[in-house]
């Protein structure tokens, strides 16, 4: 089983900018599909982007596409989410997640990935 961890959320102003890592232990990280999903208040957890194991395809929400980016380094065991031009409605709590099964394809739904981590939080202020 993999343990995952999310550093580098925080508060930033709106067009602003933050990296997020999600931290792998317990497995190698190169034999999982990885997605980033967030979750505002009062909101179901939507999908935001994810990366297949050799970071060949990827996919991206409408939402984010052109502002976000995802990537991985499986040497560190550690995907990362680069955030540009944030706005207010990207406040949320963003989790990492890991696909177990070995699947080809990434999949932008939460019944697709096993593994979770707790979260980080990213306000963007207006």
């Given amino acids: 089983q993999v343990q995952l961890v999310e550093s580098g959320g925080g508060l930033v102003q709106a067009g602003g900018s933050l990296r997020l890592a999600c931290a792998a232990s317990g ?4 034999i999982y599909n990885m997605a980033w999903f967030r979750q505002a208040p009062g909101k179901d957890r939507e999908f ?12 991206y929400a409408d939402s ?4 976000f980016t995802i990537s991985r ?13 944030l706005k207010p409605e990207d406040t949320a709590l ?9 699947r080809a394809s990434v999949l932008p739904t939460t019944t697709s ?5 707790q979260g980080t939080q990213v306000t963007v202020s207006s």
Avoid: F, H, Q
Avoid at 95 to 102: E, Q, V
């Fill in 48 to 59: 935001v982007t994810a990366i297949s194991r050799s970071g060949a395809n990827t996919a």
């Fill in 94 to 102: 963003y989790y990492c997640a890991a696909d177990r099964t070995l």
């Fill in 27 to 30: 497995r190698p990280l190169s």
């Fill in 73 to 85: 380094d499986n040497a560190k065991n550690t995907v990362y989410l680069e955030m540009n031009s």
């Fill in 113 to 117: 990935y096993d593994y979770w981590g």
């Fill in 64 to 67: 984010v596409k052109g502002r």
